[in-house]
């Protein structure tokens, strides 16, 4: 087995804390085994117009607590419909393979999301590139993982507003409502919620009904609990329904941006249940800042994994978390495929023990 001396790294889609954290476990194990990693900016974007940097012990010293990434990220290019005009778009997924071959890069490790693999997938497919992925997400809506970094620490800030939420709902005898992120996915909603003691937490994944909900309110009032807390997800939807539009990206292969729901909802629980809401988005608060010693430690042992991978020739694999191991799964099984809380899911069940209202 030829044993490879050059590796890529790139970050892709919407930032998450860790991302630096597995940046930093890459180079350093790499430099281990004598691998030079070569960094890639802003995600595929970058790999087309052939933005690189250098990853060395040194560039990567004094990272592993920083949020964000170093490399720069984006949502938006996609080398296999890559914008090149307004509304206009081409395969350039040729350029950036020659780009990869000039530097000398023998393999590619992709940190990244659904969208990510996708593009990885494709890369192997097409041109039988070498490619490893690295599961990132806040949103936890990756398939063959138990986890994605980044997610700990997005469930710990809704947590700490959820705790804050309380005592200000408390003094004034409301409903506070805080909105969080997911995409089509309820795994913050639900991990925030039960972590940060909500009455109510809806979910894409259980359609709801106003009329749940403030009878959820009403029956703490008849024990003269005068506020509730509910959290919502982006993507949760009343039953019937779709899930409510934030904003259009042109440009982004997923060009829907959820939000809304969590002010309709404060808007039917006031008018309808006559009791003061109020609405909290928590928004891009929860994809910033200083990664968890959780997602700290998951960020690390994905790196190395991806590594060992590496020197193994294992390739067309995403590292993933099983039983508290990191084990690869082929990424043809993951890419494209939804991940979606079961409705048998242990937490669900555990939270309606506790008598969290669901919605429906
Ligand atoms: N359905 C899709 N098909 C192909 N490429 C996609 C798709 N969705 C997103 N992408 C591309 O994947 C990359 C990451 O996008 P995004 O989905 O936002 O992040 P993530 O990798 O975290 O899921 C971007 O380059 C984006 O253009
Ligand atoms: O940064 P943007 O474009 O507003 O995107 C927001 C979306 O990105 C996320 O924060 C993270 O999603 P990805 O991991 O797929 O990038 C979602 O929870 C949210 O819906
Ligand atoms: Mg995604």
């Known amino acids: 087995m030829k044993q490879i001396k050059t590796v890529g790294v790139l970050t892709g889609g919407g930032d998450c804390p860790g991302l630096n954290a597995v940046i930093r476990s890459i180079v350093k194990a790499g430099n281990a085994c004598g691998l030079t990693t070569l960094g890639i900016k802003n995600g595929f974007g970058g790999l ?11 560039d990567v010293s004094g990272i592993l607590p920083r949020g964000g990434t170093i490399l720069g990220t984006t949502n938006r290019d996609n080398p296999f419909h890559f914008p090149v005009a307004d509304h206009e778009y081409a395969d350039l997924s040729a350029r950036a393979v020659t780009n990869l071959q000039q530097r000398g890069v023998e393999a590619l490790i992709v940190i ?64 506070m409502i805080l909105e969080v992120m997911g995409r089509y996915a309820g795994w913050i909603a639900l991990h ?37 807390i509910a959290v919502v997800a982006e993507g949760a939807r ?15 292969p997923d ?6 729901i969590g002010n309709q909802l404060a808007q039917a629980v006031e008018e309808e249940g006559r009791i003061e ?11 910033g800042g200083s990664p968890t010693a959780y997602d700290r430690i998951l960020a690390t042992r994905y790196g190395v994994a991806a590594v060992n991978a590496v020197q193994d020739g294992e390739f067309g694999c995403m590292m993933a978390l099983k039983n508290n191991r990191i084990v690869r799964v082929p990424i043809e099984q993951v890419a494209g495929k939804p ?13 309606r023990a506790i008598g969290v209202c669901f919605g429906d």
């Open 192 to 228: 925030a919620g039960v972590a940060g003691g909500a009455d109510c937490i809806l979910l894409p994944e259980i359609p709801f009904r106003i009329s749940s909900v403030i009878n959820k309110v009403r029956e703490r009032q008849q024990q003269e609990k005068m506020f509730s």
């Open 255 to 260: 060009r829907i941006r959820l939000g809304g």
């Open 112 to 175: 990244g999301g659904d969208g990510s693999l996708r593009i990885a997938d494709e890369f192997r497919q097409k041109y039988n590139l070498a490619v490893i992925a690295v599961p990132k997400t806040i949103d936890n809506d990756l398939p063959g993982t138990e986890r994605t970094f980044g997610f700990d620490t997005a469930i710990s800030i809704a947590m700490e507003a959820l705790d804050r939420l309380h005592t200000t709902a408390e003094s004034h005898h409301r409903v």
């Open 339 to 351: 991940a979606n809380i079961p409705l048998d899911d242990d937490l669900i069940r555990a939270a």
């Open 48 to 58: 087309v117009n052939n933005e690189w940097t250098q990853l060395t012990a040194q």
């Open 277 to 287: 809401t109020r609405c909290t988005v928590l928004g891009h608060l929860q994809r």
């Open 238 to 252: 009343l039953t019937g329904g779709s899930p409510v539009v934030a904003r259009i990206v042109d440009g982004s």
